[in-house]
């Protein structure tokens, strides 16, 4: 029982920090580099800003979120969404590929 308490407590912290350094990073114009950076024609530079988001968008915090909104009313929001729907319709005709040369091996 002691163990299911502290585990508890310990994931309680765990997500206050993630949204304390979230929050912090979103005050410091981390959402405006990943609207910016998903835009960026290098592969690397865009699973690495996905990656990024996904952490700074994990759990639903509504500060993080609200920052995105606000920058995404901007005149920037048709070249974000253009891009970024681009690029994930890229990914998935790759993965589609690959996974019909994978059926022929």
């Not at 308490?5 to 920090?17: D, G, M, P, V």
Request: some cysteine; charged content about 20%; aromatic content about 10%.
């Amino acid at each position: 029982a002691f163990t299911i308490f502290i585990n508890r407590h310990k994931k309680r912290l765990e997500t206050a920090a993630m949204r304390k350094a979230q929050i912090q990073m979103a005050g410091l114009g981390a959402t405006n580099m990943v609207v910016h950076l998903v835009q960026d024609p290098d592969p690397e530079v865009f699973c690495a800003t996905i990656q990024f988001a996904t952490s700074l968008f994990w759990g639903g915090n509504s500060v993080v979120q609200d920052s995105l909104f606000k920058h995404l009313e901007s005149d920037e929001t048709q070249s974000f969404v253009r891009t970024f729907s681009e690029k994930i319709q890229h990914s998935l005709t790759s993965l589609r590929n690959w996974k019909s040369e994978l059926a022929f091996v």
